[in-house]
């Protein structure tokens, strides 16, 4: 009987897998070697860390939802992808969502569960990143990279879902009538959190959560914010943990606010603008989720490839049978479209969306000519956030981002979503059947990948949500009064 | 048909599974993997395995077409306890198609015992792969890997296929006990978690001559006829696991707002539970058609694919549409995803049973 766990399963260059990298290295050569650099790092974690520990990791969280295995996350401080986003300033490595997406499809294809753990990071990390203010990068995002420098990760979670409210929160046109729990009533220097949060993916092992609310919850459009909350706040806890179908290694977990108090600095962005940052931060991390899935599709194929190689039915090895290399060739097909759709997305989100706004005059010189310490002076943390900078920011914006770009980018983010978690569900569903019973194992990893690839369908908002997005997105104007 | 007796059947098969499997489904889910034997016996005690035997043999006398009735009320509470009654089922019936009043049918429904078949791959000709088989000292000593057998408990007994060293098939019928190593523990599954495999591995194991159940043509007819009975019994699981889907999502559409509407009233949601529907009813037509064609191989493989893909559809598309909730086990909807994607491997993988069906329709032309 074969089985995965000692296999070396053999692997593509990335040039080959994105030839358009290859283009890109003739225009930016640093660059596609930094892309090249990260796959590689991936590589080396995901094949001699995460696959060896995957199944076992899974088995365990089956037994214990609350289990969570620290030690093969602590192992992957010294190759840094909890902090590659957080700016080089504050100790991270400046990368942006193609870096990321091309880990998180490598680290998918060792076990998505695992990866997921670094993608719900970067979901957490990016809030804080577009909220644009450099009182969370010199302390949450610094902390995350010191952490992570010293071995000890800090993790990052973002709390939008809500227990009747999970397409509604992500989608401006249902937010207006979605059932929501959690507010954030203004008080005397801040606000306190009451209400509920379900399903965070790193919920009960963030140390950092930025929490979306309204606070005032009859008007959410206009008042839904970002404030960021840290374990051991009083009133702050975490509620059950759930038990998952897959990608168990990252534990979903509901949040539970109580009289939760967040000051007034803890605010993420600027107060009631929250949807808008949420857009964009959706729009930049469902590339990643595109890749995430893209990277699940492709654990899937490499091991039954391995599989037909080794598996003889009638004489002959599955792979010398002409109707499984069709299906091969069908999930390779697959998979480098949907890789081609999230590499669209990133890239797109990278070079035209709001991470263009870091690489300003003036953010550069605020983040990398100016020392950490006078940045985290109050009076220079109070005129940063003072009416005046939220005006020049916004002029900033305006000069710098095309609103049709970022139209672009989120058509081009869901369908990256849409087509990477598609993939993910018909490649391992093939897997499955070109392994036929076998593949019923728990050892043969493919039941697992099948389980995990289903959760890609479903979060960081479902592809009927994305798909809704996509239209809108791609027709302007039309489809107000729909049915 | 008598339709009064299916009706009797059904509501047998849901009183059956209100009081024993509904208690019992996802705890059986969740622990490490077993045979339920007490489930097992309950389901002896109302007469589920030899459903189907003629009553010269010890059974009801019942139809094919019934017990695929049977087993898809048993599958809406649980696939995989349906599984263990209609794999139960199915293969008792396929060994008394010989008729043979004093055959391994019989020696079976005495003891009451759980009875699992190793599937060779692949049955479109007479020379699929198997352990080798030597006559040696008046037994049959077998080495090699058979293959993964499912239902199989530790005081049951195993169907496998072995290669006699002329290259002709043999069907055996093995004591789980007597095989003590060969066979391996249960394994963890994706679904179906009722009824675990377990791998067979022989390494020159005695079978006594009483274990042969059939040579040559004969035992390849054995393979094709448990083939065909299992596939009916699946397509019926399959298709009441897509029915319960359908019902467990309606529910949640119609309970769950989004957008200030009812989700059922998004008529996005709508084209999709209309589609779960048909796939539902193509899934139950398939089972029915099958079986009433009890002596067709292809009708029976052809079914499985039909129900299975249909059911791993719906119960997929059921699991999307509660979103978040779909994906956690108390819900209960993603414990039928993986039943439904585990009944699309059983007995042989959709995939290769278009190989199968493709070959046999070539041997009736030609």
Not at chain 1, 29 to 35: F, G, H, Q, S
Not at chain 1, 217 to 231: D, H, I, M, Y
Not at chain 2, 354 to 365: F, G, S, T, V
């Amino acid at each position: 009987m074969t089985d995965f766990l000692h296999v070396e399963i053999g692997k593509r260059s990335l040039f080959e897998m994105a030839p358009r990298l290859k283009v890109l290295a003739a225009h930016a050569p640093e660059y596609a070697a930094e892309l090249e650099d990260w796959q590689a790092r991936a590589r080396e974690y995901g094949d001699k860390y995460v696959r060896p520990k995957a199944l076992e990791i899974d088995r365990k969280c089956a037994a214990d939802a609350r289990y969570f295995d620290w030690d093969v996350i602590k192992k992957a401080a010294p190759f840094g992808f909890l902090s590659m986003l957080a700016p080089k300033a504050v100790g991270g490595a400046g990368q942006m969502s193609t870096a990321f997406a091309i880990v998180m499809e490598e680290l998918c294809a060792a076990c998505s569960g695992v990866a997921n753990v670094f993608g719900a990071n970067g979901l957490g990390v990016s809030g804080i990143l577009l909220g644009m203010d450099f009182y969370h990068y010199d302390h949450a995002l610094a902390e995350l990279a010191a952490g992570e420098k010293r071995g000890e990760p800090v993790i990052f979670a973002a709390a939008i879902t809500e227990p009747l409210a999970g397409s509604d929160v992500e989608d401006p046109k249902y937010l207006k009538t979605a059932k929501l729990m959690t507010e954030a009533k203004p008080t005397k220097g801040g606000y306190v959190l009451n209400g509920r949060k379900v399903f965070i993916s790193n919920g009960s092992i963030a140390k950092f959560v930025n929490v979306i609310a309204p606070t005032d919850k009859r008007r959410p459009l206009e008042t839904q914010s970002g404030f960021l909350v840290t374990a051991g706040d009083r009133g702050f806890s975490v509620g059950r943990v759930e038990e998952k179908m897959g990608m168990k290694a990252c534990p979903a977990t509901e949040l539970v606010f109580e009289d939760c108090f967040v000051p007034e600095r803890n605010v993420v962005g600027r107060a009631g603008e929250a949807l808008r940052y949420v857009e964009y931060v959706l729009g930049g991390s469902r590339g990643p989720v595109g890749a995430i899935a893209v990277g699940t599709a492709r654990g899937a194929f490499e091991r039954v490839v391995d599989f037909a190689k080794r598996k003889k039915i009638g004489g002959r090895r599955l792979i010398d049978q002409q109707w499984v290399q069709i299906k091969l060739a069908e999930m390779a097909r697959q998979i480098h479209l949907a890789r081609q759709a999230y590499l669209d997305a990133c890239m797109a989100f990278d070079f035209f969306g709001i991470p263009k706004l870091m690489k300003t005059l003036t953010t550069r010189l605020l983040l990398d000519a100016t020392p950490s310490f006078v940045r985290k002076s109050a009076p220079l943390t109070a005129m940063l956030r003072s009416d005046f900078t939220y005006r020049q920011t916004q002029a900033l914006f305006a000069k710098n981002i095309d609103a049709e770009d970022l139209r672009r980018i989120q058509q081009l983010s869901s369908l990256a979503k849409i087509s990477g978690s598609d993939t993910a569900m018909a490649v391992a569903y093939d897997a499955l059947q070109i392994a036929g019973l076998e593949a019923s194992l728990h050892r043969l990893e493919l039941e697992k990948i099948y389980r995990d690839a289903k959760l890609t369908q479903i979060y960081e908002g479902t592809n009927q949500l994305n798909r809704h997005n996509l239209f809108v997105n791609y027709f302007p104007g039309e489809g107000e009064n729909e049915f | 048909m008598n339709s009064d007796l299916r009706r009797e059947i059904a509501q047998t098969a849901e009183k059956f599974a209100a009081r024993h499997l509904a208690p019992a489904a996802a705890a059986i889910d969740h622990a490490a993997p077993a045979f339920p034997a007490e489930i097992f016996r309950h389901g002896v005690d109302a007469g589920f395995d030899r459903f189907v035997l003629p009553e010269s043999a010890g059974g009801a006398g019942g139809e094919l077409a019934d017990l695929s009735g049977l087993i898809q009320t048993l599958a809406r509470t649980c696939a995989g306890c349906a599984m263990v009654f209609g794999a139960q089922a199915a293969t008792l019936h396929a060994l008394c198609a010989g008729g043979d009043a004093d055959g391994p049918a019989a020696r079976l429904l005495a003891a009451s015992l759980p009875v699992g078949v190793v599937f060779p791959e692949p049955l479109d000709a007479d020379d699929f792969d198997a352990p080798a088989a030597a006559e040696a000292d008046g037994a049959w000593r077998l080495t090699g890997w058979a293959g993964l057998v499912a239902n199989a408990a530790p005081d049951g007994f195993v169907v496998v296929f072995a290669k006699g060293a002329d290259g002709r098939p043999l069907a055996l019928l093995l004591d789980a006990v007597d095989l003590g190593a060969q066979l391996g523990p249960p394994e963890p599954t994706l679904g179906l978690r009722a009824m675990p495999l377990r791998e067979v591995t022989f390494a020159d194991f005695a079978a006594s001559p009483s274990a042969l159940l059939a040579t040559g043509r004969p035992a390849t007819d054995l393979g094709r006829a448990l083939l065909r009975d299992w596939s009916l019994v699946v397509a019926a699981a399959a298709a009441g696991a897509a029915a319960q889907a359908c019902r467990r999502t309606y529910e949640y559409a119609a309970e769950r707002y989004q957008g200030g509407k009812q989700i059922i009233d998004h008529s996005h949601l709508r084209s999709l539970l209309g589609r779960m529907t048909a796939d539902a009813a193509a899934a139950d037509g398939a089972a029915l058609r099958a079986a009433a064609r009890p002596d067709d191989l292809t009708a029976a493989l052809a079914a499985k694919m039909t129900a299975s893909d249909a059911a791993v559809r719906v119960c997929t598309d059921a699991v999307q549409l509660l979103g978040g909730y779909g994906y956690m086990r108390d819900f209960g909807v993603e414990k039928i995803m993986r039943d439904a994607a585990a009944l699309s491997l059983l007995p042989v993988s959709n995939a290769r049973a278009e190989l199968l069906i493709a070959a046999l329709e070539k041997d009736k032309r030609a």
